[in-house]
């Protein structure tokens, strides 16, 4: 089975603070990805990777930066969080492959005072 | 610009009754089309797929439908039991695309008794 863990379920940071939100995937796939959760928008893509050192834009990265040093692991930053980034934060990952599917972590609730 | 709507917020069925849950896309680039499904304070996880070159797709209680013309896609869940209380999301990719997904702002089902 396909494992996505996030390295927290729950985190209560303050604004202006730097947060770092961990994602680690144990199937070799070459891509990860985070996404956004609110209310009456869905999930909205933040960044996305396909490789090691790569990444590229989602549809709202701003206000936001990423790493992805080794395969397995996908790094979300918020270099001074804002109140508005309080969302549902979530990681998944997908083998390099058309029609497979990304397979998601539990979520990170963070919430940003 | 929502390229994938999911008009109805919330849907609720009574249980042994079919569920019908739609979404509409803008895209006509888009050729892959998911449903995902959520529960509270876990990731979503993946129900069933159809490809642009069917019409429908079959998975025990789910079947999913692609209208291309009106791009229009459904999901039918029949019978519908509690457990399938919970939020829906369907996606659409383009798979000249490096695996990236468009999410709909999804649809919560409620299965009554």
């Known amino acids: 089975d396909v494992k996505v863990t996030q390295s927290s379920r729950y985190l209560v940071k303050r604004t202006g603070e730097k947060v770092f939100l961990e994602c680690v995937q144990d199937m070799d796939h070459e891509n990860m990805f985070w996404y956004r959760q609110d209310p009456g928008l869905g999930l909205r893509l933040i960044y996305f990777s396909y490789d090691v050192k790569m990444k590229e834009k989602g549809d709202i990265p701003e206000g936001y930066s990423v790493s992805r040093e080794k395969k397995e692991r996908f790094s979300l930053i918020l270099e001074s969080a804002s109140t508005n980034q309080t969302s549902m934060y979530l990681c998944a990952s997908k083998r390099t492959g058309s029609t497979d599917t990304q397979y998601f972590g539990p979520g990170t609730r963070l919430t940003v005072l | 610009d929502q390229q994938v709507k999911q008009n109805s917020p919330s849907l609720s069925v009574q249980e042994g009754r079919i569920s019908i849950l739609n979404c509409d896309y803008t895209?006509?680039?888009?050729?892959?089309f998911l449903w995902y499904k959520k529960y509270p304070a876990e990731g979503p996880t993946f129900l069933i797929s159809i490809s642009s070159i069917k019409d429908k797709n079959e998975d025990g209680r789910f079947t999913v439908f692609l209208n291309k013309s009106a791009k229009h896609l459904s999901l039918h869940i029949v019978p519908s039991q509690p457990g399938d209380s919970a939020v829906y999301f369907c996606?659409?990719?383009?798979?000249?695309?490096?695996?990236?997904?468009?999410f709909g702002t999804g649809t919560r089902l409620q299965v009554t008794l």
């Open positions: 996606a659409a990719a383009w798979t000249g695309t490096a695996s990236k997904l468009t």
């Open positions: 895209n006509s680039m888009f050729d892959y």
